[in-house]
């Protein structure tokens, strides 16, 4: 198995340097292929050094494979996410419950989401990994039938017992409710 893809940050110059990953370069295809499957990406990251923290923008567009909650048939949804957030190199071990002074705005401008790293390489593969698993929807569905189960494949994929037609609570949820999982998506912590 190959190594995972890593960027040693302290030979960032000072200006700054920009990375591009596709699935054609190849470096994080294993690392994302429980994700993307063999979908076609594009990552572009800049990362410049402040000191020991350095600031990383970037963007990235992928397709990715999902199965629709309601009649479980396959469907293709667009990634399209772009960030800005800091990475911290901190090697002793923070308490757990220090989340929320994790914030910093080094110019006093917009607050930035800091990642705690372990040591001065960067895993490219895990950041995104984590990035593209926290941009899944709640609710994924092919078309507006299959949400009132009007949709041709549901009474099939019931038959082939892919789903059971008890509708869970979960199901239930209208979509302007409260989302008890939303939080997780402002949640990204290294270990
Ligand atoms: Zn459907």
Excluded: W
């Excluded at 572009?44 to 923290?53: A, D, R, S, V």
């Excluded at 789903?163 to 270990?191: A, C, M, Q």
Aim: with cysteine; net charge neutral; glycine share 4%.
């Amino acid at each position: 198995m190959k190594q995972p893809y890593k960027i040693p940050l302290q030979e960032i110059p000072p200006e700054g340097r920009e990375y591009t990953f596709t699935e054609k370069s190849g470096e994080l295809n294993q690392e994302l292929k429980d994700l993307l499957g063999t979908h076609s990406y594009h990552i572009e990251i800049f990362i410049k050094p402040q000191g020991n923290i350095f600031e990383i923008k970037g963007s990235i567009k992928a397709k990715r494979e999902f199965i629709c909650s309601f009649c479980a048939k396959d469907l293709e949804k667009e990634v399209n996410e772009s960030f800005h957030e800091l990475l911290f190199i901190e090697k002793k071990p923070l308490p757990r419950k220090s989340h929320s002074s994790q914030h910093f705005s080094p110019q006093g401008e917009q607050e930035l989401f800091c990642n705690y790293l372990g040591s001065s390489d960067f895993f490219v593969g895990s950041y995104f990994h984590e990035i593209i698993a926290l941009a899944e929807p709640y609710q994924i569905y092919k078309e507006e039938a299959c949400l009132k189960r009007q949709c041709p494949f549901y009474k099939e994929a019931l038959k082939k017992g892919y789903i059971s037609s008890v509708i869970t609570d979960e199901n239930k949820v209208p979509e302007n409710t409260h989302r008890p999982f939303s939080v997780l998506k402002k949640l990204k912590i290294k270990t």
